[in-house]
């Protein structure tokens, strides 16, 4: 797992600028995408634990986001250059260096987790263990919602991302491995962006029970 995060921290490294340009804004023209993130923000409000991780943050604009919905957010990502860029763009919030395998966050300590596009440089066979540690940071009731490029196929699909290689996810089989990693998926939205590439816009919310 060490070997594809640390090509991906310096594939992101070098284009925070870039990166942060044309996303840190991108939601206000997503209605869709925007909404399934206020519908995560309300849920984990009515659980009363409103601590909260972006986890892979980028630039920080969805953790922003979600202290403007009443969370008590803070950022996490791989890249320290976007760690540095979100501090500066977000003063007044929280933002630090992590693994997604390995959060520097206690057992049962948050309400809700936003994994927004953040696992999809993760070859299929290391996501459940990015999965279950995401569980391991959930208080009972809370929530996960993970958002990723899906795919109509029968099996994950590797494509050439901007940034890094990526993989498209069965939505299924997806929501298997929350299953499997102990969470309950309950609500998922696919959106067709009619893009060339020819993936789906999936968001998928889960609880841990």
């Known amino acids: 797992m060490a070997g594809h995060q640390d090509r991906t921290r310096t594939a992101y490294d070098g284009v925070v600028e870039l990166y942060a340009s044309l996303f840190a804004d991108r939601l206000e023209t997503q209605p869709f ?3 399934m993130i ?6 984990v409000r009515g659980t009363g634990n409103l601590r909260t991780a972006d986890v892979g943050c980028g630039p920080g604009h969805l953790t922003a986001m979600l202290s403007d919905l009443g969370l008590d957010a803070f950022g996490l990502d791989l890249s320290p250059g976007m760690i540095d860029y979100a501090r500066q763009a977000h003063p007044a919030l929280r933002f630090d260096e992590a693994r997604m395998e ?3 966050v206690e057992d049962g300590a948050l309400g809700g987790v936003l994994a927004h596009y953040s696992m999809i440089h993760t070859p299929p066979g290391d996501l459940p263990a990015l999965l279950a540690e995401q569980v391991r940071v959930l208080a009972p009731g809370g929530l996960l ?3 990723f490029f899906g795919t109509e196929g029968p099996e994950p699909v590797r494509f050439d991302h901007k940034v890094a290689p990526a993989y498209s996810w069965p939505v299924e ?3 298997e491995l929350l299953t499997g990693a102990g969470l309950t998926p309950f609500a998922r939205l696919l959106f067709d962006p009619a893009s060339e590439r020819g993936y789906l ?3 998928v919310l889960a609880r841990r029970p």
């Open 38 to 43: 206020g519908t995560f923000a309300e849920l």
């Open 173 to 175: 089989q997806f929501a």
């Open 102 to 104: 390995a959060l520097p």
């Open 145 to 147: 919602m993970a958002s």
């Open 33 to 35: 995408a925007r909404s």
């Open 201 to 203: 816009d999936t968001h």
